[in-house]
């Protein structure tokens, strides 16, 4: 059970911040109503939500996931790849540590981004991106092995992030898109699998009783409905016009 979340407001800056989609512009005004929606959504699962202010000088900085991982025991500050998005740590290291004694750090040359780590019980799975690097993903796995995790480290061939693709949803349960699908990495989980115009839905969040998914994929919702999941669905569009998903905009532990 989740009882504790991380998020950052989005700044009038976010429409400076990076991308790689030819979505548009994201319109600010959606922006922030898709944010507190989203907060919403995550106190209706049950969870305390600390809310960190926006920085403007940090345009991408909303997209905290990729400045942590955090598990029930022990926090590791990432060490972002982008150079734009890399002290972005330094508004939430201060923030983790109010929750945690027990932190680690990826250092020096290794790069990491908390979006390349899916983390399924006992098990956390590493991709190596254009954001982290094999040494990164070195790094992280000799720290989660010392504390008696295991760590597969999945060298990436289509998704911008590990979890662009994919999402643990409990009960041994994983939902796949793209070239996860078929990896043998994952040939011991049930699948669900989403097909390549809707795979955007993979990158779903379970909270606690809940699983929140992107709004407009009735499919996915039906596939999750009929395992016996509650769903809510949130509106992305503006987060998605700077490659945000769900996953994305928090720390969950």
């Known amino acids: 059970m989740f009882k504790n979340v991380i998020v950052k407001n989005p700044g009038n800056s976010f429409v400076n911040g990076l991308t790689t989609s030819d979505l548009g512009k994201p319109v600010l005004e959606k922006l922030f109503e898709q944010h507190e929606k989203y907060v919403e959504a995550l106190k209706t699962c049950g969870v305390e939500v600390a809310q960190l202010p926006a920085n403007e000088a940090f345009p991408d900085s909303t997209f905290v996931e990729d400045t942590a991982v955090l598990t029930s025991e022990f926090a590791i500050i990432s060490n972002p790849g982008a150079e734009a998005r890399n002290r972005e740590i330094e508004d939430i290291e201060p923030a983790v540590k109010k929750f945690y004694e027990k932190l680690y ?15 399924a019980e006992k098990k956390f799975y590493v991709g ?26 999945i060298p990436l061939k289509e998704f911008f992030h590990l979890k662009t693709g994919i999402a643990y949803v409990g009960q041994n349960r994983m939902v796949l898109a793209g070239e996860f699908i078929d990896h043998p990495a994952f040939a011991s989980y049930e699948k669900i699998i989403i097909p390549k115009e809707h795979e955007y839905s993979a990158n779903c969040i379970q909270v606690n009783d809940y699983v929140i998914i992107p709004a407009g994929y009735p499919e996915t919702n039906r596939k999750l409905n009929d395992l016996g999941y509650q769903t809510i669905e949130l509106e992305m569009s503006e987060f998605r016009k ?12």
């Open 242 to 253: 700077h490659d945000g998903g769900l996953s994305c905009l928090s720390l969950r532990f």
């Open 128 to 153: 190596i991106s254009d954001r982290t690097n094999e040494e990164g993903a070195r790094q992280f796995k000799e720290i989660v092995e010392k504390e008696g995790y295991e760590a597969t480290i």
């Open 105 to 119: 750090y990826i250092e020096g040359l290794g790069t990491l981004d908390g979006g390349d780590v899916l983390q």
